[in-house]
Every structure is written in C-alpha cells, then in structure tokens.
C-alpha cells in the first residue's frame, strides 16, 4: 500500500506528537498529573515515573505518525 504523505514543519510535528502524548497520559493516568499552582496556571507534576511514561508514549505516537507523516526540515 502506497501512502501519500504529507510534510509538516518540524515545529508542527513536535507540538502534535507532545499534545497526543499529554493526552494518552493524562486520560491513561489513575491520578492527575496535573495541578493548579498559586497564580492559578496548569503545571505538571511528572514524578521521573510519569516522564519516563511520557517518553515511551511519546516515542509510540511518532511512530505512528511516520505511518502518515513526513517531518520536514529546518
């Protein structure tokens, strides 16, 4: 099966792979991972677990997105 892929900027691509990895995470997590710090804005609160976590789902989305993607160049 020939895929036509699209390039996308390196910028795009590595913002798309960390939003889908944020989000399989936080919806695959039992507790939050994220909290609401004294001036009221998100921050992550990643033990080095929850970032290993993050990498191995973030090295699977772009694989994925290989599948359908090329990363362009800058």
């Known amino acids: 099966m020939s895929v036509n892929k699209t390039t996308i900027p ?3 691509w590595v913002g798309l792979y ?8 936080e919806y695959s997590s039992l507790d939050p991972i994220w909290e609401t710090d ?3 804005n998100e921050v992550a609160v990643r ?4 970032q290993d976590e993050f ?3 973030a090295d699977t989305v772009e694989t994925i ?4 993607l090329n990363k362009g160049e800058n």
């Open 10 to 12: 390196t910028e795009t």
């Open 18 to 25: 960390s939003e889908l990895a944020d989000y399989i995470l």
């Open 38 to 40: 004294s001036e009221g």
């Open 47 to 50: 033990t080095d677990e929850k």
């Open 55 to 57: 990498m191995d789902i």
């Open 65 to 68: 997105m290989r599948t359908f």
